[in-house]
Each structure stands twice: as structure tokens, then as C-alpha cells.
């Protein structure tokens, strides 16, 4: 067997797990090009355990993995892209606690550490809190896209503050522009981006802990920090001047159109308020860092929140217990776990001991930059309610907001759907 090359706090779960090699299998969401580059993760990590490690993916992951647990089949390590999903297989007692040292070790060595170790802190089926949850491979929606050129035509600067973005937003409507192109429509999950925008406010407003009380309903989805959030999202999208095609088109405008208006000569708008994942949409060609760029969605000097960013991601988590698996838990705190995907493509992490400049491009790694000076990462909320809410009730509700009804009633009929179903 290779001589292991894991150090620091790695070695700690490895210290009993080498004893001898055997089969580690993991399950995720990847397909296609996801595929190829975790397994060339999991190959790094088989080369230096010696284990026999072996990587399927599904569609179905959310389906599938309930199904496996149930069964008794399921592999030693998965990834859950949904983290509620987690936890609810925590609480029926499928999942291993990873262990106190690997909380402390993401406590210490993550930006906005104790944010991920909330993330991946679940109810076992005794009711006591442990951490259960890995978190390794991040996206990142607090993101405003934008056309450099356009700024420049226009001389507008990139606001470093919430009350600059409005003041922007502001400017560019006197100057006779459309500031915002905002878009919800996304077939039978339509009004999905807007919670978005309700997340990213929620937490620019609120504490972190407000935003968890609120995720999580001990705080009513009615209650009047909620509306206010949902009422400062208003300030930008019910505004006609504020947005393309004024605030009656914002929900039946696909969400993969939107942003093309920032390309039309002259620009049709000048900023876009969308996840990491959005320039696949954009027209082609288009080159980020030079055709479009973007800016953190910024925070409230008022406020001393700090910078917090909204996100989303894969938790890693044991669901067949072995030595191996632990071991491949360790094998993810180590650096070279992440700059293996780093220097490929569709990988960021909030690991503080990871060189950036490995990353193969450039977008990517300014991305990165804004997750590493989180002082607070939260994962969307909506994925975090239940799927009659945060897929449904709320969808709908902020489709209702946006085409006139009043923000207070909206949430208490979205707090009224989440009552029924307690």
C-alpha cells in the first residue's frame, strides 16, 4: 500500500483507518463532465489510501438515496445537494456523525466556519445535535452581472454598499436607462428567482440567526422582518422604471432571457442579479471578465452585518459506515481535494488554505474571493423548507407580489400553507 499523504488534522481519522485497504463507494448528483471531475478526485484519494473507490451518479439523486437508506443499500459516502434531505435521514438515524474534531477542523479552517458547521449540524434520532454534514463543493448566488463597457459608456462605478447599489439604481433611471433586468419565469417552477433576491435581503437586514428562525419557521413567515425583506426585493422589481419592460413583465419573463438584455446595443439594461451559473445563458460568445462581469450583491454599511453571501452546494455525508469512509472525509480536508477540481472546471470552495491560483479560470477564482471573505454563508432557504414551501407556496407568492399583491398578505398566505402541513 502507498505510504498516505494526508497531514494536519487529516491524519486524525486516518489514524485508525489504514489498517487495510477495501471498497469505498460514493453516490452524488453528478453526470457528464461533474462526473469526470469528482472521480478524478476520488482517484487522487484512492492512489493515496489504497483504498478501492468507486463514484455513481443519478438525475435522481433525491429519490434514489431515500430508497438506497431504506434499503439498507446505500453507499458508504453521498452527496446531498439539498442539506434538509439530510438532515430528515440524519433524524431517522441513516447517517454517521463525522465527529467533533472534523466540526472543529471546518470551524477553523472554512471562511465563515461556523457557518458550515450549522449547515452540517443535524438531530439524530435520540434528538442530540451532531455534525453529520461535509461541506465540499460550493455555488455562490450573491452575484449582480454587469456589462464593464456599458459602466463605462455611462461613467457608473461599481457600488461597494447597499446604499450605493440604490443610489446607482436611482442614477441610472434619471439618466433616462432601465437600471434592473429581472426575470421569474422558469416554466412550472416559475417565481423561483425572486426568492432568491428574498434570501440575499433576508440577510442583509436580519442576523444570521433571524434568517435561520426564519428557514427553519420558528419565526412565522408572516412576520413583519420577513415582509420588509420582501418589500426592500419590491423596491427594485416593482418599480417600472427600474426594470426592462416595467414591473408587469418581471414574472412572465423567462429567467434564461433576462440577462440578453444586457448585450442589446444600446443596453436595455445595465445590471442582472442572478447565481454563478447564469453566463451559460448569456448570448454566445460572450466572454466573462471582458463582455460582462459582475460584483458581490452588496451589504448595508447601516446594517454591520458584515458580508454575508447566499449559496448553495453539496454536503458529503456517511451513510454506510467504515473505516473508509471516514478516511475519505479526512482526504477532503486536506487542500489537494480541492485544488483537484479547482484547476478543472465548476468548484469553489471557502477552504482557507487552498491556492487560488490554481484555479483554470480566472471567473472562478474572483468567485471564490467573494466566498472566502463571507463572514456568514447561508444556503438558500427555500431549499431548506419544505418542498409544499419553499418549491410552491413561496414560488407562487412572490409571482403573486410582483404582479401587485401586497407583500404582508402574501406572506400570510405563504405562512398559512406552511401551517398546513405541520
Known amino acids: 500500500m502507498k505510504q498516505t499523504l494526508f497531514t494536519g488534522a487529516a491524519v486524525l481519522a486516518l489514524s485508525t483507518g489504514m489498517a487495510m485497504a477495501e471498497q469505498v463507494t460514493v453516490f452524488g448528483p453528478w453526470l457528464g463532465p461533474d462526473q469526470e471531475n469528482v472521480e478524478a478526485v476520488l482517484k487522487v484519494f484512492a492512489e493515496q489510501s489504497g483504498h478501492d473507490v468507486r463514484y455513481v451518479g443519478s438525475d435522481s439523486f433525491e429519490q434514489q438515496i431515500v430508497v438506497d437508506l431504506e434499503a439498507g443499500s446505500a453507499a458508504n459516502v453521498a452527496a446531498f445537494p439539498q442539506p434538509g434531505l439530510a438532515s430528515d435521514m440524519a433524524s431517522r438515524g441513516f447517517l454517521a456523525p463525522l465527529g467533533d474534531d472534523v466540526a472543529a477542523w471546518v470551524a477553523e479552517n472554512y471562511a465563515a466556519g461556523p457557518s458550515w458547521v450549522a449547515l452540517g449540524t443535524y438531530n439524530g434520532p435520540d434528538g442530540k445535535s451532531a455534525f453529520y454534514g461535509f461541506p465540499y463543493k460550493t455555488d455562490v448566488k450573491s452575484l449582480v452581472w454587469f456589462s464593464p463597457e456599458n459602466f463605462d459608456d455611462a461613467g457608473y462605478e461599481v457600488p461597494a454598499t447597499m446604499e450605493d447599489l440604490k443610489a446607482l439604481t436611482e442614477q441610472i433611471a434619471a439618466d433616462g436607462s432601465t437600471p434592473w433586468c429581472i426575470g421569474l419565469g422558469s416554466g412550472a417552477a416559475t417565481g423561483w428567482p425572486a426568492t432568491d433576491w428574498v434570501e440575499d435581503l433576508m440577510l442583509r437586514t436580519q442576523s444570521p440567526e433571524v434568517y435561520d428562525d426564519w428557514v427553519s419557521n420558528d ?135 487552498v491556492n487560488t491560483d490554481v484555479f483554470s479560470d480566472p471567473t472562478l477564482k474572483k468567485m471564490n474571493d467573494i466566498l472566502l471573505s463571507a463572514t456568514t454563508f447561508r444556503f438558500d432557504g427555500s431549499d431548506l423548507m419544505p418542498g409544499a414551501v419553499g418549491a410552491g407556496t413561496f414560488w407562487t407568492g412572490m409571482v403573486d407580489y410582483v404582479g401587485g399583491k401586497d407583500a404582508q398578505a402574501v406572506a400570510d398566505d405563504i405562512q398559512t400553507s406552511w401551517e398546513a402541513i405541520k
Open 219 to 353: 419565526m412565522p413567515f408572516n412576520d413583519p422582518k420577513v415582509v420588509a425583506a420582501i418589500e426592500e426585493f419590491g423596491w427594485f422589481a416593482r418599480n417600472d422604471a427600474y426594470v426592462v419592460g416595467g414591473a408587469g413583465a418581471v414574472a412572465t419573463t423567462d429567467f434564461r432571457d433576462s440577462p440578453k438584455q444586457l448585450f442589446s446595443s444600446p443596453p436595455q439594461c445595465y445590471m442582472h442579479r442572478q447565481a454563478s451559473f447564469i453566463p451559460a445563458f448569456f448570448p454566445e460568445g460572450t466572454s466573462v471578465g471582458e463582455d460582462v462581469d459582475f460584483f458581490y450583491f452588496p451589504a448595508y454599511a447601516e446594517k454591520d452585518l458584515g458580508t454575508p453571501v447566499l449559496g448553495a452546494g453539496t454536503t458529503w455525508t456517511i451513510t454506510n459506515e467504515s473505516a473508509g469512509a471516514h478516511d475519505l472525509i479526512a482526504f477532503l480536508e486536506t487542500p489537494e481535494a480541492h485544488e483537484i477540481w479547482m484547476a478543472r472546471k465548476g468548484f469553489l470552495t471557502p477552504h482557507t488554505g
